[in-house]
C-alpha cells in the first residue's frame, strides 16, 4: 500500500496486520494473463512436494513410541552397509542451510504492517464462526463412521483368507480429528495399522528427497507378511498390500448394511496413485449426491525400536515453539508408511513398489497441543485463534481452488497446512494468538503463504529437503498462478471470504404499492388501463346478449 492510500484511509478505523514478504501488491488478477507472469523466481532445489488428498494420507493418529537406541539407519545388526541396500543419508550441513532462508522469507517483522478496514476484520470474524461444524451434523456423521469401522474390524478379525489382517489396529485420522474440519463433517481416514515381524530395512528413493522409500525385512520371515514380498523374499510390495486391501474392503461392503437403511456404502474405483479405499455414503433415493467419504488407509508401523530416516531428523523445527524437550518427545515416537506410489508416468520397478513416509500422528499432537503454554484453549484457561485461522486458510484454499479447478489442481489443503505449521514454529508466543487478533492472524498467515509461494519454496516440515511447491508435481505455471491469485484477494478484500452484497429490489411494484413514484407510476397506470379496458368488453359482451334474447322473444 503506498503513502497516499495511507493518508486516505488514516481517518477509519483500522486493524493492523503483517504484509507479506513481497513487499507492494501487484494489480494483476487471475487470469489468462498468470502465465505471462515471470515474477516467480525458477526453484533451485526440485523435488516431490503435492499430497494426493487434504495431509497426503499423512493424516493419522499414533500411539507413543518407545524411546529408540542408537541405531539411526534403518539397517539390521550386523549387516555391513553397501550402496544398495544402505539407507542415503543426508549431508547435515546442506540441510542446516535450508532452514534460516524459510524464516527469512516469511514475513516475521511487527513492523511490516498494511491497514485493513475494520468491514473486512468484521467479515473474518464472522466468516469463522460460520465455519464452526453444527453439533447435530457431527453426531450423525461420527455414528454412521463408527459404526463402518467397528465392523470392518470385526470382519478383518474373523477372515481367514488373509491372517495377516487379523492384528489390524485403527488410526483415526483427518481434518475432523484434527478439528480443523470446516463446512461439513462429510470426510474421514481410518488408517489401518499393519505390524512388522521384525525390524524394517528402508532404502531412500533418488529424486524424492525423502518422501519415497522402498521398504524391506532385516531377516526372512515364515510370519503372515511373506504372501506380500517380492521375489526375493524381503522387500515388501506395497501394490500387493493396497490391491488386498481393496478386495476385502469390497467383500466387506457387500454383505455390510447400515443401521439406516435409507443410506448404504459403496467402493469407488481404485486410483493409481492413492494409498487409500475410498468408501462413499449415497441416498437410497438420492443415489448420486455423496454425504460421506471415507478413506482406508493400510500403514505400515516401523517398530518403535528404530528411529525416523535421516532425511526427516533436522526437521520439526518446534524448538522455540513448544520447547525442546516436547521434541526430544516426539521424534522419538514411531513413524508410518503408506503404500503411496510417486506421481508421475514410465515409474520404474521400484518407484512402483515404494511407500511414502507419515508423520500425521505427530501433525495431530502438535496441532492438538498448539499452545507455547501447555494450557492453552484448555478449560478455563486462555484461548488463542490458531485453529480459526487455519479454518480460514482451509477455506480460502478451497474457494480459489473451485473458481479455478484447472488452474490449481496441484493445490491441496496439505500445502496451506505446512505453511501453518511453519507460521507456527516462528510466531511462537501464545500472546500472538489472542482471539481478539483474529484478522491480524490470518492476513499474516495468508501472507505466509503467498510468500512461499513468491519463492516457490516450501519446504516438508518434517523433511526439509522436500519441497512442495517444486516442479513437476507443482509446475510453475500454477505457482505464478497461485502467486497471483492470492495477491488478488488480499487486494481486493478476500472477495472469497466475505459474502456479496444483498440483490436490489425488483422495479416493478405490486398495484397495492402504486404511488406517485415516478419508478412505480408507469407500471400502476398501465395496470389501471388494462384493467378498465377488461371490464368494457365483459359490459358490452353483457349487452350485447340482452340485445339478442330481447329480438328473439319480441319475434
Known amino acids: 500500500m503506498n503513502n497516499t492510500t495511507r493518508r486516505r484511509s488514516s481517518s477509519r478505523r483500522q486493524t493492523l496486520v503483517p504484509s507479506t514478504p513481497s513487499g507492494e501488491p501487484k494489480t494483476?488478477?487471475?487470469?489468462?494473463?498468470?502465465?505471462?507472469?515471470?515474477?516467480?523466481?525458477?526453484?533451485?532445489?526440485?523435488?516431490?512436494g503435492s499430497e494426493a488428498e487434504e495431509g497426503g494420507y499423512l493424516d493419522s493418529y499414533g500411539d507413543r513410541g518407545s524411546p529408540v537406541d542408537d541405531s539411526q539407519t534403518g539397517m539390521c545388526p550386523g549387516q555391513e552397509t553397501d550402496e544398495d541396500s544402505s539407507t542415503p543419508t543426508t549431508d547435515p550441513s546442506s540441510l542446516s542451510r535450508q532452514r534460516p532462508n524459510l524464516k527469512a522469507q516469511d514475513p516475521i517483522s511487527g513492523d511490516e504492517l498494511v491497514p485493513v478496514s475494520q468491514e473486512l476484520a468484521h467479515w473474518i470474524t464472522l466468516q469463522a464462526k460460520e465455519l464452526k461444524l453444527r453439533q447435530s451434523d457431527r453426531q450423525w456423521a461420527v455414528d454412521l463412521v463408527n459404526h463402518l469401522q467397528n465392523s470392518l474390524l470385526e470382519f478383518l478379525k474373523k477372515s481367514d483368507e488373509h491372517p495377516y489382517f487379523q492384528s489390524v489396529t485403527v488410526l483415526n485420522s483427518g481434518s475432523y480429528y484434527e478439528m480443523v474440519k470446516i463446512h461439513n463433517?462429510?470426510?474421514?481416514?481410518?488408517?489401518?495399522k499393519l505390524q512388522s515381524p521384525s525390524r524394517l530395512k528402508w532404502t531412500e528413493l533418488d529424486q524424492y528427497h525423502g518422501l519415497f522409500y522402498k521398504v524391506a525385512l532385516c531377516r526372512t520371515t515364515r510370519s503372515h507378511i511373506r504372501s506380500f514380498l517380492l521375489e526375493d523374499g524381503l522387500t515388501i510390495s506395497a501394490s500387493k498390500i493396497i490391491s488386498e486391501m481393496h478386495r476385502l474392503v469390497r467383500k466387506f461392503i457387500s454383505t455390510y448394511k447400515v443401521p439406516d437403511r435409507r443410506w448404504y456404502w459403496i467402493v469407488n474405483r481404485k486410483r493409481p496413485n492413492s494409498p487409500a479405499v475410498t468408501l462413499s455414503l449415497l441416498g437410497v433415493n438420492n443415489g448420486k449426491e455423496e454425504l460421506i467419504s471415507v478413506d482406508v488407509v493400510p500403514a505400515l508401523e516401523v517398530p518403535s525400536s528404530q528411529s525416523w530416516p535421516q532425511s526427516a531428523r533436522d526437521g520439526l523445527d518446534v524448538d522455540n515453539w513448544l520447547g525442546k524437550k516436547t521434541r526430544c518427545a516426539l521424534t522419538h515416537q514411531t513413524c508410518f508408511f503408506v503404500p503411496k506410489r510417486p506421481p508421475g508416468r514410465n515409474l520404474g520397478e521400484a518407484a512402483k513398489e515404494c511407500w511414502r513416509i507419515s508423520f500425521s500422528h505427530i501433525e495431530k499432537e502438535i496441532i492438538k497441543y498448539h499452545g507455547n503454554k501447555k494450557t492453552c484453549c484448555e478449560s478455563g484457561a486462555p484461548k488463542c485463534c490458531r485453529k480459526k485461522s487455519f479454518k480460514l486458510l482451509k477455506c480460502l484454499i478451497e474457494g480459489l481452488k473451485q473458481r479455478y479447478p484447472k488452474e490449481l489442481d496441484a493445490l491441496c489443503s496439505y500445502?496451506?497446512?505446512?505453511?501453518?505449521?511453519?507460521?507456527?514454529?516462528?510466531?511462537?508466543?501464545?500472546?500472538?494468538?489472542?482471539?481478539?487478533?483474529?484478522?491480524?492472524?490470518?492476513?499474516?498467515?495468508l501472507g505466509a503463504l503467498e510468500g512461499h509461494a513468491r519463492s516457490g519454496h516450501l519446504p516438508h516440515f518434517f523433511i526439509p529437503s522436500a519441497n512442495l511447491f517444486a516442479a513437476p508435481t507443482f509446475p510453475r505455471k500454477t505457482l505464478v498462478f497461485l502467486t497471483n491469485a492470492l495477491e488478488e484477494q488480499r487486494r481486493l478484500g478476500l472477495p472469497l471470504l466475505v459474502p456479496p452484497s444483498p440483490a436490489p429490489p425488483l422495479a416493478v411494484q405490486s398495484p397495492s404499492n402504486c404511488q406517485p413514484r415516478?419508478?412505480?407510476?408507469?407500471?400502476?397506470?398501465?395496470?389501471?388501463?388494462?384493467?378498465?379496458v377488461y371490464m368494457f368488453k365483459i359490459?358490452?359482451?353483457?349487452?350485447?346478449?340482452?340485445?339478442?334474447?330481447?329480438?328473439?322473444?319480441?319475434r
Open 28 to 48: 494483476t488478477p487471475p487470469s489468462k494473463a498468470f502465465a505471462r507472469n515471470q515474477s516467480t523466481p525458477v526453484d533451485h532445489h526440485p523435488s516431490l
Open 185 to 192: 463433517p462429510n470426510e474421514f481416514d481410518m488408517m489401518l
Open 415 to 445: 500445502h496451506g497446512k505446512t505453511a501453518f505449521l511453519h507460521t507456527l514454529s516462528i510466531r511462537a508466543q501464545d500472546t500472538l494468538w489472542s482471539p481478539e487478533q483474529l484478522p491480524v492472524c490470518f492476513m499474516y498467515l
Open 518 to 532: 415516478p419508478d412505480a407510476a408507469q407500471p400502476c397506470v398501465s395496470l389501471f388501463f388494462h384493467s378498465n
Open 539 to 554: 359490459t358490452a359482451l353483457i349487452v350485447f346478449l340482452c340485445l339478442v334474447v330481447c329480438c328473439f322473444l319480441l
